[in-house]
């Protein structure tokens, strides 16, 4: 049957204080989504120009990727100021005016904070700088000696996530400890003025009406670096187990602890959610009720288009969430993965001993400029439908990324000399970084940026992208866009309580799954049509072949 028309509704924001736990949250990366001053980068009153079309798609939130002073060393994860916004993306009021419009349209906003580390050119690490060895502005961050002849090496051999040593030396000798970018020095969370700096944050923004907080590397403030410091190799042989001198300690939790404080003593109270890149057993800690309340799921963001994987992720994260008390998250996209479109048009990724990718998936084809191997667009397009038909049908959080319901492609051909991301600075001709996935949306079929802004755009957009834009796909019924927006009205009409029964199919590469309401979901992984379970027809990710469930393919059925 053919779906109605999704319906626009404004909905009462202080009538439901866990509208987390089952909401639909779009990531926008601001510099990327809509630019209204023609300079070529993003900014607020451009996603504030775009919040109609943000409530007509349907989504609970919008999770906002960082908008703070940066000078964009990491794609603005470089903050140089926590409590304000980049002059080049607008001003305060702006970001008022745009959290009282989503606001004014039913939508909740949840902020980036990136508490690990600040910019270089944060006042703190200047004045840390300038003080020199011994000063109170250096305990905010991690300042070591040298090893060597006048302390020539550093401290030691460990490496960035970026590539590279994870020191740097200042002009006095120490070196700094940034386990990102250069331009990234990590603060000292031993130090309470650091502790309490990030409570006066969390405080500034649940008063301006932000609703909740994603925080970055949730697992990474927290390090024991008692003398002597390990070498890279001690590090990587000690178990994370919550004892380990730098990642997932269970002292993080002391922070998190006073985060929830403050969030309870907000009326309704502010959320948030952990990225967490942990060993599974751990994920509760960090999703606990005492602790940030949720943490990503991130394991769809390494998988196949495969069912016996998406059935053992849902199973697991399913069981970890019941462990927390928490909801789980979904994902198939975010500003630091290939989009899955393409993931899913590339061969399967390689896996080791333990099942997860030995490589990024798509970085090869990255690397190769997006000739090698070879990319099937439409059958990832297919997959790339199904999958996130099959997403928006399970209980929990499903987490959007700007584009992925225009079924937009990872972007290989950027020229070199027009990357940004210090990934693919830091690791020449192993990483081409993430920049792909971060080209400005094409908002309109013609134009310099395809109706981003009136000059260009600040990554480059290709020719294709025209063919993906919003005002194409706006009034077709066969869209990708027409897709989403009717899967999250009828997301909105049929959730119910936080459950799945699952449901057999006799079929290994079909997966089916039941919600309350006789909501039944369907998925076809294989290439081979399948028998269509008899109700009513609700939503169907591709066009239906009489009484048969085609190849890769997901359905929403009322049961009969």
């Known amino acids: 049957m053919t779906t109605p028309a999704p319906s626009v509704q404004t909905r009462d924001l202080s009538a439901a204080p866990d509208w987390w736990r089952q909401a639909v949250v779009y990531q926008v990366y601001p510099r990327s989504f809509a630019d209204t001053d023609g300079d070529g980068l993003g900014d607020i009153r451009g996603i504030a120009s775009r919040v109609p079309y943000l409530a007509e798609l349907g989504v609970d939130a919008i999770w906002l990727s960082p908008f703070y002073p940066s000078d964009l060393a990491d794609g603005g ?251 789980t998250t979904w994902v198939l996209s975010n500003h630091d993965v290939v989009r899955h479109a393409t993931r899913y048009g590339l061969p399967d990724a390689e896996r080791g001993a333990d099942g997860r990718p030995t490589l990024k998936h798509g970085n090869e084809w990255l690397l190769s400029g997006g000739q090698s191997p070879a990319l099937d667009a439409g059958r990832g397009e297919r997959r790339a439908r199904a999958a996130a038909t099959f997403v928006l049908g399970l209980p929990g959080s499903a987490y959007l990324y700007q584009g992925e319901e225009l079924g937009l492609h990872e972007v290989a051909e950027i020229p070199d000399a027009e990357r940004q991301d210090p990934t693919f600075f830091r690791s020449p001709g192993v990483d081409q970084g993430r920049d792909g996935c971060r080209v400005p949306l094409p908002w309109a079929e013609e134009g310099t940026s395809f109706g981003f802004g009136a000059n260009g755009a600040h990554l480059p957009q290709p020719e294709w992208f025209g063919t993906y834009a919003v005002d194409l796909q706006d009034g077709d019924p066969a869209s990708t866009l027409s897709l989403y927006r009717r899967a999250l009205d009828l997301r909105h009409a049929l959730q119910t309580d936080e459950q799945l029964e699952w449901i057999e199919t006799g079929r290994a590469d079909v997966v089916a799954f039941e919600r309350p309401n006789g909501w039944t979901v369907v998925t076809n992984f294989g290439a081979v049509p399948a028998a269509l379970p008899a109700g009513e027809v609700l939503l169907s990710s591709s066009p239906l072949e009489g009484d048969a469930l085609p190849g890769e393919t997901t359905v929403w059925l009322r049961r009969a």
């Open 77 to 327: 994860y470089d903050v140089a100021d926590y409590r304000d916004v980049d002059p080049k993306l607008g001003t305060l009021a702006d970001m008022d005016e745009l959290i009282a419009q989503l606001h004014a349209h039913g939508i909740r906003i949840v902020v980036d904070i990136v508490p690990n580390h600040t910019s270089d050119k944060h006042a703190w690490f200047r004045e840390a700088v300038a003080a020199g060895r011994g000063s109170a502005a250096r305990e905010r961050y991690i300042f070591r000696e040298g090893t060597g002849v006048d302390g020539v090496e550093p401290p030691t051999d460990w490496l960035s996530v970026f590539g590279g040593s994870a020191w740097e030396r200042v002009d006095d000798g120490q070196w700094y400890l940034h386990n990102f970018d250069v331009s990234q020095p990590d603060l000292n969370w031993d130090n309470r003025e650091v502790r309490d700096d990030f409570l006066t944050t969390l405080r500034f923004w649940s008063d301006r009406g932000v609703d909740g907080f994603r925080i970055d590397v949730a697992h990474m403030l927290t390090k024991d670096l008692s003398e002597p410091l390990p070498s890279r190799a001690e590090l990587d042989a000690l178990p994370q187990d919550g004892s380990h001198p730098m990642i997932d300690r269970d002292d993080v939790h002391e922070v998190y602890a006073e985060w929830r404080a403050v969030f309870n003593s907000y009326d309704p109270p502010r959320t948030a959610v952990a990225e967490a890149w942990v060993h599974p057993s751990r994920v509760p800690l960090y999703a606990s009720a005492e602790s940030l309340g949720q943490a990503f799921n991130f394991d769809l963001l390494e998988a196949d288009f495969d069912p016996a994987q998406f059935r053992r992720i849902v199973a697991d994260n399913l069981a970890l969430a019941a462990e927390s008390g928490s909801s």
